[in-house]
């Protein structure tokens, strides 16, 4: 059973970077796997900020960015603002069709 | 802006089927590969399905394979999620989105998302 891994908590403070990772339980993420990176407020839809690695969604501002680091894809959102605060899906394409949501990584911004 | 605007959700009774539906109004429809996509109450989210802009090709999580159909109609700019068999565990908000422009792109991720629609399996 493949599992997408990505932290469950990270605190950062407003005007900061921090950086979140997806990983796979069973194999190194790399572009072929298409990373996608979405933020999620309570009671709202999600909103996508990166797909295809590292294309930015229409409207996202350039503080949000996705790459590979090491064995994992990343999002990257630096200069931190309140309205940050979110929940956060990666997305891995496994083939097939199939796509795969991780557990998501709840943000802090204080 | 592109809208996504799902309907159909409400309680259904365990065993039960649902139909919802995604209408996507003033999108180049069929050029739009599609998936629906759940949550559960306080879980994260669930990918289900997914279809390309031709609907020729679809396909489903294991989670809803064989009870779940999806569709889609590019005369009416509409998709579909028929849901049979329907289980307790299948309450959530489900969500429509699509994937970036290009009618195969059904790998890249997603783009558009619709508001959600709650279905609840309760007897």
């Known amino acids: 059973q493949t599992v997408v891994t990505q932290e469950p908590s990270f605190s950062v403070s407003p005007g900061g970077t921090v950086t979140l990772t997806c990983g796979l339980s069973?194999?190194?993420?790399?572009?072929?796997?298409?990373p996608s990176w979405y933020q999620q407020t309570p009671g709202q839809a999600p909103r996508t900020l990166i797909y295809?690695?590292?294309t930015r969604s229409s409207g996202v501002p350039d503080r949000f960015s996705g790459s590979i680091l090491g064995d994992k894809a990343a999002l990257t959102i630096t200069g931190a603002q309140a309205d940050d605060e979110s929940d956060y899906y990666c997305?891995?394409?496994?083939?097939?069709?199939?796509?795969?949501f991780g557990g998501g990584t709840k943000v802090t911004v204080l | 802006e592109v809208q996504l605007l799902e309907s159909g959700g409400g309680l259904v009774q365990p065993g039960g089927s649902l139909r919802l539906s995604c209408a996507a109004p003033?999108?180049?429809?069929?050029?739009?590969?599609m998936s629906w996509v759940r949550q559960a109450p306080g879980k994260g989210l669930e990918w289900l399905s997914a279809?390309?802009?031709?609907?020729?090709?679809?396909?489903?999580a294991d989670s809803v394979k064989g009870r779940f159909t999806i569709s889609r109609d590019n005369s009416k700019n509409t998709l579909y999620l028929q849901m049979n068999s329907l289980r307790a565990e299948d309450t959530a908000v489900y969500y429509c989105?699509?994937?970036?422009f290009g009618s195969g792109n059904y790998y890249k991720g997603f783009d558009y998302w619709g508001q959600g629609t709650l279905v609840t399996v309760s007897s």
């Open positions: 997305v891995l394409y496994m083939g097939s069709g199939i796509s795969l």
């Open positions: 069973s194999d190194s993420v790399s572009t072929t796997y298409y």
């Open positions: 295809s690695t590292n």
């Open positions: 003033g999108l180049t429809f069929s050029s739009y590969a």
């Open positions: 279809i390309r802009g031709s609907g020729g090709g679809t396909y489903y």
């Open positions: 989105a699509t994937h970036p």
